[in-house]
């Protein structure tokens, strides 16, 4: 003990104490030295693809404005590709007096998802995929959709199309905690170009999350007598529809940093999906797109095909275009139509299509048809 | 056997001295074991897994170096989360641009990498880079006014000196010149010019210590900026202090020694200052800017002058001082405009400030000597017309040259 008081009793020279002062403050310089060692910036390459840059920096067009790696789909559990042609029909049975049944099951789950290649977004999903399953019904059917909800949230299927208020999936007729489950009943009418989402609150965040699906309902033939040919080339099934090349396409965004400003936008979820791997279209078959816009944050999506122009059913509720020869179409949120386009008078090649808001386009929202003569 | 006799008599002696040497041993070992047991103990049994509450780990990102050249964007990004990040995506005017990274791989805490962005910028428009991580966090990264980063030639580096020469050299050279003029000067005329000295010195503290303080800002979080500027400051202004009163107070050349060092280092700092505004475009130069650094920093020489104003300076004293206290603008020029990373230019920066706090004392306790009248003649009208003098034209003259 003595020796410690005697310590405490040397007096503190003022030398010692400036000594001390500039120990404490080399003591930081040195470990800002040590946190600096910056390595020197990479080398370039002369074989690498940017020798396009010429000397007042001007770079390849497109060549360069791309995300950086490939997205793990394996992981993801839905592949981007697949997903243009899986229509969700469900399981189908009689009622009592002949009229068909189709039932849905659907789970709302949390999933983490790659929206870019690296960026991982904490998704809530239906079925765990984004954009949900691409309900396909026909006009007429009884449809029942048996909801259970599996999230860490409240959620709901609320589907635009004719039904009841019970049925709407808003709070109070619709929303499920957490473990409940809902079976929603209503007819499909009407015929058309569908979607749904979760109508639970606050209703931004829970459709940006992941979501919402299309839900296409096809027009019964027999209810048209004055257009059975478009309507049976609609309905999916039938020799004609098979003549078509039908492609399901979700407009949709994704806010990463939760600033109500979306960082990547895209068709089917992935950015870029579709420039990287150009969707394969034949050549001399039509093309029909079901095209629906979830995007959140921003008002307004567009769709834009080069060197070509479409037919356009809003809503896809009638069998006659509601705009002819067009090459742009744009849609505010959750609205949604049909495009009818061909390929067989342009020559084989890839063909561009994307928002034509340039912002959505670079940040993801761009694709290619890839036209051949035969696909594989 | 030979060999055997001299090993064991070693290993006996200081086993004789044992007793005495291993009980502050034991107190070295033992608080050192207690932290490899604790450190152990968290790695292996994890008892903070009950804090994980499954956020996302805090990410930080720091930009600290942008070079535009015909090639692109090169950034130097510094990690300072609390798990090593990775960056996923780099958008650049807020389009996903092709890029590469190196080192590749998750940056560690501290670490840094350059990103290299093929991209077509364009020459005095702004451009802003965004890094998203894999969480989908985003860290945002203005380029204010594009323009190619100096490379150092023959060229530009004789431009930058010349540069440096007019901020820094000429205007102290020039105030030197006053010398033989001030030389008669009487004690309430001295007194005015030393009180002017402590005075532009005052401003020169609070614009090189405000400055140090907004750079720190912009450093990464892991240099600890404000901290860093006020140790720096301390450190300078505590050497300084105990270097200058080894053999008693400074006076006379010394004591302009001492200025001049200070207004050096600061003026290494304010050069490193403007080299990074001009290497990022962040300032177009015009004369009309060189011409008011110019005069901003003439009153620097009379400063130095005033204390040898008594004395007899040999003739090389005068270019030797001018270049001490001038020269490391042409230094910090230089650095600044092909080296600049915030915590440097804040660190130049807070040491000139601790400098220049001790020039401060040192002048003002030379006054109260050289006066005769100690602190009373600090309140005299001739030191306190002096100050407010000093203080008012840099304030003024500094309005030429602030953007």
Redesign the interface.
Known sequence: MGEITDWFRVKLSRRGVLGAGILAAGGSAIAAAGAAQQPAPAERSSGSGHDGLGSAGHGPSHGAMMTVGEVDEERNGFDTRKMLTDWETGTVSRLPGGRVLRTFEIDAVDKEIEIAPGVMFPAWTYNGRVPGPALRATEGERLKIVFRNFGSHPHSIHCHNIHSARMDGIPGAGVIAPGEEFVYEFDAVPFGCHLYHCHALPLKRHIHKGLYGLFVIDPDPALHPEHTDVARSRLLGTPENAEWQELAMVMNAFDTNFDDENEVYAVNTVAHTYMKRPIPIRRDKPVRVYLVNAVEFDPINSLHLHANFFDYYDHGTTLTPTLRTVDTVMQCQAQRGILEFSFKDHEPGLYMFHAHQSEFAELGWMSFFDVQEAVA | MNEAHPVTEAGSTPAEEAPRSRAPLVWLVLPLAVLALAVAWLVAADPLRSFDNGAPPVENLTF?RT?L????I?L?VRAGGSEPM?I????V????????Q??SGPLAR?E???I?L????V?GEAHAV?I???????FEHEIPVAVPTPVPTTGSLVNQALLGAFVGIVPVAIGLMFYPALRGIGRGGMNFLLAMTVGLLVFLMIDAGGEAFELADEAAA???GQ??VV??A???F??L??IGRRDGRPAGLALATFIALGIGLHNLGEGLAIGAAFASGAAGLGTFLVLGFTLHNITEGIGIAAPMLKGRPALWIFPALTLLAGGPAVLGLWIGSLAH?P?WSA?ALAIGAGAILQVVIEVAAYLMKSDGRGVAALSSWPVLSGAAFGVAFMYATAMLVKI
């Open positions: 600290e070079v050249s015909s090639g692109g090169d130097l990775t996923a995506q780099v958008l005017d807020d389009a996903y641009w092709e890029f590469s190196d080192p501290g840094t990498a350059w290299h093929p991209y077509p910028w020459q965004k998203i991580t894999n969480t989908g966090a985003t892991i240099f600890q901290v860093m140790l720096a301390a450190a300078s505590l050497l202090m105990a990373a915590q660190l």
